[in-house]
């Protein structure tokens, strides 16, 4: 049973334009979800993340929504730009620190034309 | 950087074979976590350890052990090795609710 679900594989847009890459979870107990962005041949890094107590957290061009009825998230990117094209992974977590657990999606790959 | 190192980058081997890969995580994390990315997969998780006690388990086969060392670097050791389990091999680290990732080992298995 896939908890953590990006349902698009693939994105394609045009630098400078507005990148939203979406992803939605089944499990209720999921209180921190975070996004995380990998190159190839490259570990995932750490992108952002945000907190069930909030619905929304930027870190500038990068911003995350959280939408808890719909039990739905997405990342924006504002402007789009060529070297953010990767893999964007979805995560989500309970519990903290030792005791927490990241379920991920499987990832869209994001391509951002010149 | 990430501060997570984790080696060989990449290793292959035959069928049948036994192969350990090596993880450090960052300074002052207590916690290693290993994961696995087949193709078309996103990051299945494998194991965690924390202060050198195993903490949870995922889907991780009875093939595959690991064990995380008083120094708190972590070894993965994958045996009686077969074609399907060609895969990138990541390792992260973490202290609070981010886990921090290694550049991964891609095993192949011919």
């Known amino acids: 049973d896939q908890q953590v679900k990006q349902n698009s594989p693939s994105l394609s847009v045009q630098e400078g334009r507005i990148s939203i890459l979406n992803c939605d979870y089944t499990n209720s107990m999921f209180d921190y979800f975070l996004w995380y962005k990998k190159y190839p041949a490259e570990g995932p890094t750490f992108l952002i993340s945000i907190s069930s107590i909030k619905d929304k957290n930027e870190d500038g061009r990068f911003t995350v929504f959280l939408n808890k009825s719909a039990k739905h998230l997405s990342l924006h990117i504002v402007p789009s730009q060529p070297g953010d094209s990767a893999v964007y992974f979805c995560a989500a977590s309970y519990g903290t620190g030792a005791n927490s657990k990241l379920t991920f999606g499987k990832g869209i790959t994001l391509s951002v034309r010149p | 950087d990430s501060g997570v190192t984790q080696t060989p980058k990449h290793l292959i081997t035959a069928t049948g074979q036994r192969v350990t890969l090596r993880c450090s995580p960052r300074?002052?994390?207590?916690?290693v976590y290993w994961y696995q990315q087949s193709l078309d997969q996103g990051l299945q998780f494998l194991i965690q350890y924390y202060n050198g006690e195993e903490r949870a388990k995922g889907n991780i086969l009875e093939r595959f052990s690991a064990q995380q060392f008083p120094d708190l670097h972590s070894e993965l050791n994958l045996s009686s090795l077969e074609l399907g389990d060609s895969a990138l091999y990541f390792c992260?680290?973490?202290?609070?609710?981010?886990?921090?990732f290694g550049p991964g080992t891609r095993l192949t298995v011919l």
């Open positions: 300074s002052g994390d207590l916690s």
């Open positions: 992260a680290s973490s202290a609070i609710n981010e886990q921090f």
